[in-house]
């Protein structure tokens, strides 16, 4: 196989752009969509099961369809409507945050109901209100054990950031794509892309699993 170097070094100021601005869709998104997952898991679980049934079908709704169809969606109708035109890197961060949030929303609703009932009312007995219960005891327990899911959801929202670059947004996988129309090789722009996204999601599982140590030390 002829494996051309050169055409990397020639790319690779593009690549080092692309990779800054993955790892920026990447955390804007793990950050909004842990939020919104929190939120939308909190509403899922309360007792009214009228007032619960918009968080069960955003969701199904963001669960249930393609990544790359919210992505269209977002970038040629939602954003023109909210600003006027679109932009693809907000586009970008707003389809992955959301479609982040459906799936964390069902990894803290797990990891909140695994918590044994017993806690709730403990916490409920020493005089907090169900919100401290939840802030206090309750949170904190589950977080331990939503740490390995929530890990495995953010490996793969750094690789789904990929799709934005049906939208043009020039992230990593964008440029490795124009390195390959201008040369019609596939090799060097697949597997620079390819190692950098290890890279990546390598670095990310290494950060976790030294929270999920220290937090499981305490």
């Not at 959301?98 to 909140?112: C, Q, V």
Request: aromatic share 12%; hydrophobic share 55%; proline share 4%.
């Amino acid at each position: 196989m002829d494996f051309r170097w050169d055409l990397i070094e020639q790319y690779a100021p593009f690549f080092l752009k692309g990779t800054l601005l993955t790892i920026g869709f990447s955390i804007a998104a793990i950050i909004l969509g842990t939020i919104l997952g929190l939120l939308i898991g909190l509403g899922k679980m309360m007792r009214n099961k009228a007032a619960a049934l918009p968080f069960t079908w955003y969701i199904n709704l963001f669960r249930g369809t393609p990544l790359m169809v919210q992505i269209l969606l977002i970038h040629f109708g939602v954003i023109p409507l909210i600003l006027g035109e679109t932009n693809a890197i907000v586009a970008a961060i707003t389809a992955l945050s959301l479609n982040s949030a459906a799936y964390t929303a069902e990894i803290f609703r797990a990891g909140i109901q695994s918590i044994d009932k017993g806690q709730m009312e403990a916490a409920r007995s020493l005089g907090m209100s169900h919100v401290q219960a939840m802030r206090y005891v309750i949170l904190p327990q589950a977080f331990k054990r939503m740490i390995p899911p929530l890990g495995n959801e953010f490996i793969v929202l750094i690789k789904d950031s990929s799709l934005a670059q049906i939208i043009a947004a020039p992230e990593l996988m964008y440029w490795g794509k124009a390195m390959q129309g201008q040369y019609m090789r596939a090799w060097e722009p697949y597997l620079t892309t390819a190692f950098i996204y290890l890279v990546l999601t390598l670095s990310l599982n290494f950060l976790l699993s030294r929270l999920e140590r220290r937090l499981a030390t305490e």
